[in-house]
């Protein structure tokens, strides 16, 4: 299992000579990405980590360019750093979950498969307080 793991992050260039945080989510305003690096930013003092941004761009998302090109702003020193990407593999995201020290979650809505994938995994998750609020209250 662990030579396809390395083997993949490997190909997509992923540095594992410090520990990763790893965030799974597509790149929209609900799942938080430009909330992300400015955490990581404050970690980073701290820790000397890597931060990997995996997703995609949603085709059916026209404010998803926009997004990215805010992200890839924002992460910019990171990105020459090669704390970023942002491919969309399933065994990449395995071998992310897998190899990760911390799974970040900062979704504003939704976001509970990527927890569950990574907890089943075994590994550590920081996620935000998402998801749909209801009332109790009856009628």
């Keep these: ?15 594992t000579d410090k520990p990763l945080i790893t965030q799974v989510a597509r790149f929209d305003r609900w799942k938080d990405p430009l909330g992300v690096i400015d955490v990581f930013k404050t970690i980073r003092k701290e820790v000397d980590c890597r931060l990997v941004l995996c997703g995609n761009k949603a085709i059916d998302d026209p404010e998803s360019q926009g997004i990215f090109n805010k992200v890839m702003l924002r992460a910019k020193d990171f990105v020459r750093n090669g704390d970023y990407i942002n491919y969309e593999n399933h065994i990449l995201v395995n071998s992310l979950q897998r190899s990760s020290a911390v799974i970040i979650q900062k979704s504003l809505r939704e976001g509970f498969v990527s927890v569950t994938e990574a907890l ?20």
């Design 1 to 15: 299992m662990w030579g396809v793991i390395s083997k993949y992050l490997k190909k997509f260039g992923i540095k």
């Design 120 to 139: 089943w995994k075994g590994k550590p998750v920081v996620a935000s307080n998402a998801g749909h609020s209801y009332s109790n209250k009856r009628r």
